[in-house]
């Protein structure tokens, strides 16, 4: 007798069958699905204008130093700011007096005030050597003002210094780790006056992009209206959005916080290759193109080589012992046959191009410059 199958087994069945065809509809649909463009959001793209940092300087006196200070012999300005100070103590030091102080350095004091910092609240400062002091290594900074591009007083430092190097010598042999002359105090700057920021002021704020780019001051501007309503993001060129703001501040700070995280799709950047020449280094962006053209490359290499030829006279001579040199010099050029290069339009197809010349990065720069000039390079060469 045939037993018949039952019918939640045959559902079971159906429903794995559904299953395994659907997991194969969306494995392969990651084949033919366009990739989603890049995006990024405003606060990596723009700024608002005034909202920014402020640079502080101050200069000071590092004392409590192992001996590694200034030579106050070849750095007077340390010894007058310590008559200064010692003054300001109470201190008279006589006339003519000489010090010799190794346990002092003069030193610059800089800092970056933030955007909207509070009397009382506390910065990093950075410390660097002013003089020849050897270490900075264990030094106090003593109270210094910071003072802005106006003049005034907008934070005092003082704290201990923070130097990430190590060091010692001894009979005319010398370790070093890192750097000496400079150093860190974190929190070591209390602020002192606060900076007016445009945030609270007028009825509308200015974003400033990062980069002039016409498409990205369009998409910025339509993220903003499309979702706060109405026409209040204006783009004004390529790098300036102009944007209504609500009339409170509550109001602007959750407006502020609420287009900060649009994302904004992004184009392709304009085509470019950065080159540096101290180091050699090329970086070429993804909008670079290559059009059909013949490169021939070839190396030169000049090769001396120097031999000293001592000159010994004979023992009665009474002549002297003459020490001279004989270079050879030699000229070597390597052959360089014409290569065709294909036209490219993608990242890999040009990468692929310029390494079949087999030149190195030193090389490459000359071969870019000529492709440019000869129009089978469409990017802008930037030297930095």
């Known amino acids: 007798m045939q037993q018949g199958v039952h019918p939640d087994m045959d559902r079971t069945e159906r429903l794995?069958?559904?299953?395994?065809w659907l997991g194969f509809l969306a494995a392969s649909a990651a084949l033919w699905w366009p990739a989603p463009a890049s995006a990024a959001r405003i606060k990596e793209l723009a700024s608002v204008q005034g909202v920014r940092s402020n640079p502080l300087i101050g200069y000071g006196l590092v004392v409590g130093l192992d001996g590694t200070g200034d030579q106050t012999t070849s750095a007077p300005f340390t010894t007058q700011s310590i008559n200064s100070l010692l003054q300001q103590m109470g201190v008279t030091v006589p006339a003519g007096t000489s010090m010799q102080l190794k346990n002092v350095a003069a030193v610059m004091v800089t800092a970056q005030l933030p955007a909207f910092a509070q009397p009382g609240q506390t910065i990093d400062v950075n410390v660097s050597s002013l003089a020849n002091a050897k270490s900075l290594r264990g030094g106090m900074l003593i109270a210094t003002p910071l003072k802005g591009a106006d003049g005034q007083i907008y934070a005092l430092a003082q704290g201990s210094l923070i130097v990430g190097g190590a060091g010692a010598s001894a009979g005319g042999?010398?370790?070093?780790?890192n750097h000496l002359s400079a150093g860190r105090v974190p929190e070591g700057a209390t602020v002192e006056r606060a900076v007016p920021t445009p945030l609270n002021q007028g009825d509308s704020l200015q974003l400033d992009l990062n980069s002039n780019d016409y498409n990205t001051a369009r998409e910025v501007a339509r993220a903003i209206n499309n979702r706060m309503g109405g026409a209040i993001a204006q783009a004004v060129d390529g790098r300036r959005v102009h944007v209504h703001m609500p009339e409170s501040p509550d109001a602007?700070?959750?407006?502020?916080a609420e287009i900060e995280n649009l994302n904004v799709v992004l184009a392709s950047p304009a085509a470019r290759i950065i080159i540096n020449a101290r180091t050699g280094s090329v970086v070429v962006n993804?909008?670079?193109t290559l059009s059909a053209c013949a490169v021939a490359h070839g190396s030169l290499s000049v090769t001396i080589n120097t031999t000293p030829v001592i000159s010994q006279p004979n023992a009665?001579?009474?002549?002297?012992?003459v020490q001279a040199e004989k270079s050879d010099i030699t000229i070597r050029q390597e052959p360089g046959?014409?290569?065709?290069?294909?036209?490219g339009t993608k990242?890999?197809?040009?990468?692929?191009?310029?390494?079949?010349?087999g030149a190195t990065p030193q090389d490459l720069l000359a071969i870019l410059q000529a492709m440019k000039s000869a129009g089978a390079?469409?990017?802008e060469l930037e030297v930095i």
């Open 286 to 288: 993804e909008s670079v």
């Open 252 to 256: 602007r700070v959750s407006f502020m």
């Open 347 to 357: 990242l890999a197809d040009v990468v692929k191009a310029l390494n079949s010349l």
């Open 316 to 321: 009665l001579a009474q002549g002297q012992t």
């Open 337 to 343: 046959s014409l290569i065709q290069l294909p036209a």
């Open 16 to 20: 794995i069958r559904v299953t395994l």
């Open 173 to 177: 042999s010398k370790v070093q780790i």
């Open 377 to 379: 390079l469409n990017a």
